[in-house]
């Protein structure tokens, strides 16, 4: 029932110049994305605005809804379907002077004055203060930061110095190439994004401990060979596990990016680049490091 037979001998080391050659033109264009949008395109959750949430009797669309809040002379409305059928949505607007209750309350008259007043019902409002937005923004990304870096310091506690360096790094390299897909895309950047975000460097530090543990067991017992071949071992020891949990996992954020609806087609696709680029990141960032770290102590 192995989905990779032992014994298999693939040369991953082989490609690990290549492999950073790859991992770089991938950060090198998501950098590159955010400096031409001018940086993240932050949701209400970070930038501050006002949400409010509205259900129709019968199925609408998008547009007709935009050109009901044209008259409205509210600028940079957002309008997302809430994945109910076209029956309900989300119409965002930016932070402004304007009070909360105001804005409500003409977004109510635009919807009013197109489909009638029995046509919808307002269900919530919700806004941010460009204060709060502020706050949670700088939050957020020190979390995101602070687990990048345990991750990386327990793993060189559980195992070696030279692993938690590649563990920390493996994670970094994910998260940015995450947050650069999710530029590239124009998505929105919110606290579903980071919730994905810290899921990511949990689930890739997973995989990285497999491969590290595996490593550490075979020098133990192949004290002649050299590193490089001892991480082709270990790598292709524990591939089947590697495709097989991985794999599954991926199906499963696959399904709910396609099923789940706008809600949370971000937050299934920043798991989707998240789970992937980690599985790759175990093979071709954490262990070349390792391998790196030897060379560079053998030269001093």
Same mark, same amino acid.
């Given at each position: 029932?192995?989905?990779?037979?032992?014994?298999?001998?693939?040369?991953?080391?082989?490609?690990?110049?290549?492999?950073?050659?790859?991992?770089?033109?991938?950060?090198?264009?998501?950098?590159?994305?955010?400096?031409?949008?001018?940086?993240?395109?932050?949701?209400?959750?970070?930038?501050?605005?006002?949400?409010?949430?509205?259900?129709?009797?019968?199925?609408?669309?998008?547009?007709?809804?935009?050109?009901?809040?044209?008259?409205?002379?509210?600028?940079?409305?957002?309008?997302?379907?809430?994945?109910?059928?076209?029956?309900?949505?989300?119409?965002?607007?930016?932070?402004?002077?304007?009070?909360?209750?105001?804005?409500?309350?003409?977004?109510?008259?635009?919807?009013?004055?197109?489909?009638?007043?029995?046509?919808?019902?307002?269900?919530?409002?919700?806004?941010?203060?460009?204060?709060?937005?502020?706050?949670?923004?700088?939050?957020?990304?020190?979390?995101?930061?602070?687990?990048?870096?345990?991750?990386?310091?327990?793993?060189?506690?559980?195992?070696?110095?030279?692993?938690? +360096?590649?563990?920390?790094?493996? *994670?970094?390299? =994910? !998260?940015?190439? @995450?947050?650069?897909?999710?530029? &590239?895309? %124009?998505?929105?950047?919110?606290?579903?994004?980071?919730?994905?975000?810290?899921?990511?460097?949990?689930?890739?530090?997973?995989?990285?401990?497999?491969?590290?543990?595996?490593?550490?067991?075979?020098?133990?017992?192949?004290?002649?060979?050299?590193?490089?071949?001892?991480?082709?071992?270990?790598?292709?020891?524990?591939?089947?596990?590697?495709?097989?949990?991985?794999?599954?996992?991926?199906?499963? +954020?696959?399904?709910?990016?396609? *099923?789940?609806? =706008? !809600?949370?087609? @971000?937050?299934?696709?920043?798991? &989707?680049? %998240?789970?992937?680029?980690?599985?790759?990141?175990?093979?071709?960032?954490?262990?070349?490091?390792?391998?790196?770290?030897?060379?560079?102590?053998?030269?001093?």
């Amino acid at each position: 029932m192995d989905l990779i037979k032992a014994g298999t001998k693939f040369d991953f080391v082989r490609l690990f110049k290549w492999a950073v050659v790859f991992s770089l033109s991938l950060i090198v264009i998501g950098l590159a994305s955010l400096w031409y949008h001018g940086g993240l395109n932050y949701g209400v959750d970070f930038a501050g605005g006002t949400v409010v949430h509205v259900k129709f009797t019968q199925p609408t669309s998008i547009a007709d809804i935009r050109q009901a809040l044209e008259a409205t002379d509210i600028g940079n409305i957002t309008v997302q379907d809430f994945g109910q059928g076209g029956s309900e949505f989300l119409i965002r607007m930016p932070s402004s002077e304007t009070g909360t209750e105001e804005l409500s309350g003409r977004v109510q008259k635009g919807l009013v004055a197109r489909f009638g007043e029995q046509a919808f019902e307002v269900r919530r409002v919700d806004t941010v203060g460009p204060k709060v937005g502020n706050d949670l923004r700088r939050k957020a990304l020190l979390a995101v930061a602070f687990s990048t870096v345990m991750m990386g310091v327990y793993v060189a506690v559980r195992f070696e110095p030279r692993f938690g +360096v590649g563990a920390a790094v493996a *994670l970094l390299h =994910d !998260v940015l190439i @995450t947050v650069g897909a999710l530029s &590239l895309m %124009g998505m929105e950047f919110d606290l579903t994004v980071v919730a994905a975000l810290l899921t990511v460097t949990g689930f890739s530090v997973n995989d990285t401990v497999v491969v590290c543990d595996r490593i550490r067991e075979n020098m133990r017992k192949l004290r002649r060979e050299s590193l490089a071949d001892i991480i082709n071992r270990s790598i292709n020891e524990t591939l089947s596990r590697t495709i097989i949990t991985n794999g599954t996992a991926i199906l499963v +954020v696959i399904v709910l990016l396609f *099923l789940g609806g =706008d !809600v949370i087609h @971000t937050f299934a696709f920043a798991l &989707l680049v %998240g789970f992937t680029f980690g599985t790759y990141s175990s093979i071709y960032v954490a262990s070349p490091i390792a391998l790196l770290w030897e060379k560079g102590g053998k030269r001093k």
